[in-house]
Structure formats: C-alpha cells, structure tokens
C-alpha cells in the first residue's frame, strides 16, 4: 500500500512538473511543433485556477454546478459558520483550519480570502485601535499560509464599499444586469464620517503597507489590492483612491515588493479609460497580478473614468476578453480566476445580484474556450 501511494505520488510530482515545463514550453514557442500539439491536449484552462465566488456560503446547487464543470476552487471569507463554529474568532488558526477543512470536504481548495477580517475603517481611516487590527491582520495572514492559503484580496473603500445605483437594468434577452450612474448618488448626504479626504487615504495607506508588506514577505503571502468600485472621485464625502491605473502605480511603489500585489478586476480597469490587455502586460512584467476578476462591462457616460455603466454578459461588453485572455497566458499567470460579476438568468433568484449561478456558468464555458483558444494558438506558432 505504501508502495502504490509512493508510485502515486511520484507520478503526480511528475504530470505537475511536465505540465508546468510544457507551459513554459508552448509560451516561449520552444518546443516542436508536434510537442506543442500534444501539450495543447494536457494543459487544462491555460495552467490558471479556474474558481467560483461563494460569499454566502457553500450553496448546494452552486457547489454542485462548479464541481461537474471541472470548478474546484473556493473564493470566500473566512466565514466560522461553514465549519459549524458561531462566536470564533476569524483570524485564529484553529477556525480558518476549520473552515477550510469544510470546503475540502465538499470537495473544493478554498484558495482566495476576499473580504478578510481584521481590516475594517480603524486602519483605513486612521481611527483609534488600528494598530491592534493591523496585528490582528499579520496573525490572520501567517494562520492563513499554515493552512495553505496564500493570497487575501482587499480594498482600500472605507465605510462604502461595493455600490451599484440598480440592480435589475434590462439586459439581453431579459437577463437582469447591475449599473451604476453617479447621478443617483451624487447629491446624497455625507457618512457619520464627515468629508475623508485623499490625502488621508493614501497616508493611512502607506501606513498599512509598511507595516504588513515586510510580513507578508517574510511568509509570501500574495496581498491583492483591488479597485474601487465604483471607480468615482468619492460618494458620501469618501474619497476613492484606487481609482486610476497611476495610483495603482502609486501604491505599488509605496513598498516594493511581488506580494503587494492587485487584484485584476478587469471591469474597474477598463472604467478607468485604459487598454486592458496592455494594462495586464504592463502589470505582469512586474510580477503584481495574483487574482484575476474576469468581467466584461459596458461605459454609458463617455467620460474618463467612467461615471456610468452596467456591467454586462461576459461576450458583450467593451473589453477584448480573447486578447484579455492571452495576455494573462503571455505573461505567465497561473493563479486563481473567477468570472465575478454577471448577469442573473432565467430560473435563478436576484437575491444576490451580480452572482447568479445560471449566469456564472455562462461565464465558466466562456473562459474555458478562450482558455484553450490561447492555449491551441500558442502551440501552432511557428
């Protein structure tokens, strides 16, 4: 029995170890053109990590879905109630072990946090009782990475995080889309916060990276700053920050470092007016893309950044999503990506607009023939 688990093992070290080489193989067009032919076969969704969005817990029809598409991995937050656990303490090692026993017992990697705990408005505002929740924060990041879990996607929105002005804009065929118009919100009162201003943010910023990056470092944990979303000046009197590709620019030389990294939420970044796949080449090249949010969009407002739009079905948006695509394949990423946001479909609830399950299948089948698209292309070069 030892004996077949070692075979086993060694020859799954082995398809690792050849898939990865014929990757690499099929990206510098070393390889013959039989080989590249045959590595096309074995290469599965271009070497990423195929992933769903389960912020609500681990839905059985969702879970179900996922898995017979060839979908094993878990985006979530580090939610104790899937292990059963109600008053844990999130950050802890006992319950983050917990939780992704949990998912692995439904058969799923739990690879992502998005959404972590112990990173709230104290740190971001700069308010009374940060240093504790950046604490809070390192112990979270180190309990993560013993269990195997090695990139937390973040943001730098305080008190109003994701936000959309409707949910049910009439999209193809009758599918229900999210949109945002400025608009509506522009005239609205200001937070129990008062005006924050830029300046705050990228201070309280810069604290945060000094203190967590050379952590983060020290264990390789992948910190993915995502964009804010919507992508406006401010709501509220809040001010947005991660709004523009020269801020990501910004925050990314406050440390130095591959692990303070983004999140490439495709559908922020096309808002802010840039050339997606140039935007994915220029940001690869310096080793900062660790998770990918593959979502097409449509702008309605003609300005730069976009002050309105809707986010629409995966093959019709603004964004080239098979140049999109290649870029990723081209630079190397062979992390995580999920559809993120799409369009709810016939037969399923808008309870949680943005993540249908009908609609995210949609999204699975899409990806997956770009995915070998790329793939197949890269092995008939030369």
Same mark, same amino acid.
């Given at each position: ?69 060839n ?14 656990l ?19 017992k ?23 009782g ?15 990475k013993?269990?195997?879990? /090695?990139?937390i ?51 309280n ?5 000094k ?17 804010? /979303? ?20 910004k ?9 303070n ?13 840039v ?21 097409n969009?449509?702008?309605?407002s ?18 080239d999503?098979y ?24 037969g ?17 089948g ?6 070998e ?10």
């Amino acid at each position: 029995m030892k004996d077949n688990r070692r075979n086993f093992i060694k020859k799954s070290t082995a398809l690792v170890t050849a898939t990865a080489a014929g990757i690499g193989l099929l990206k510098t067009g070393s390889a013959t053109r039989r080989e590249r032919q045959q590595l096309a076969e074995t290469v599965k969704d271009a070497g990423m990590e195929m992933s769903e969005a389960y912020f609500w817990g681990p839905d059985e029809r969702r879970v179900a879905l996922a898995k017979q598409l060839n979908v094993f991995g878990a985006v979530a937050g580090v939610n104790p109630r899937v292990a059963g656990l109600e008053q844990a303490v999130p950050w802890k090692y006992e319950t983050i072990k917990a939780v992704k026993a949990a998912w692995a017992k439904l058969g799923l990697n739990f690879n992502v946090v998005e959404g972590p705990p112990a990173l709230g408005n104290k740190t971001k505002l700069g308010l009374e009782g940060r240093d504790e929740e950046i604490d809070n924060f390192i112990a979270f990041m180190k309990n993560l990475k013993r269990t195997g879990i /090695d990139i937390i996607c973040y943001n730098w929105m305080p008190v109003i995080s994701w936000a959309r002005t409707q949910n049910d804009w009439p999209g193809r065929g009758g599918a229900l889309m999210t949109a945002f118009d400025y608009q509506d919100v522009k005239d609205l009162p200001l937070t129990e916060f008062g005006e924050v201003s830029k300046d705050t943010l990228w201070k309280n910023l810069a604290y945060f990276l000094k203190a967590v990056v050379p952590e983060a470092e020290k264990i390789e944990m992948k910190l993915a700053m995502h964009p804010d /979303d919507p992508q406006v000046d401010s709501i509220r009197g809040i001010s947005r920050i991660m709004n523009s590709v020269d801020n990501f620019r910004k925050m990314a030389d406050i440390v130095q470092s591959p692990y303070n990294g983004i999140t490439m939420c495709q559908g922020n970044f096309a808002l802010m007016g840039v050339d997606i796949p140039a935007l994915i080449r220029e940001f690869g090249q310096r080793d900062l893309i660790h998770f990918v949010h593959f979502r097409n969009v449509q702008d309605l407002s003609g300005q730069v950044p976009s002050t309105k739009f809707v986010e629409t079905f995966h093959d019709e948006g603004m964004i080239d999503m098979y140049a999109a695509m290649q870029a990723y394949y081209d630079i190397g990423f062979r992390g995580p990506i999920r559809p993120d946001h799409v369009p709810t479909m016939a037969g399923d609830s808008n309870d949680h607009p943005g993540y249908s399950t009908i609609g995210a299948q949609f999204a699975f089948g899409y990806m997956r023939g770009l995915m070998e698209g790329v793939v197949k292309s890269a092995a008939r070069v030369g």
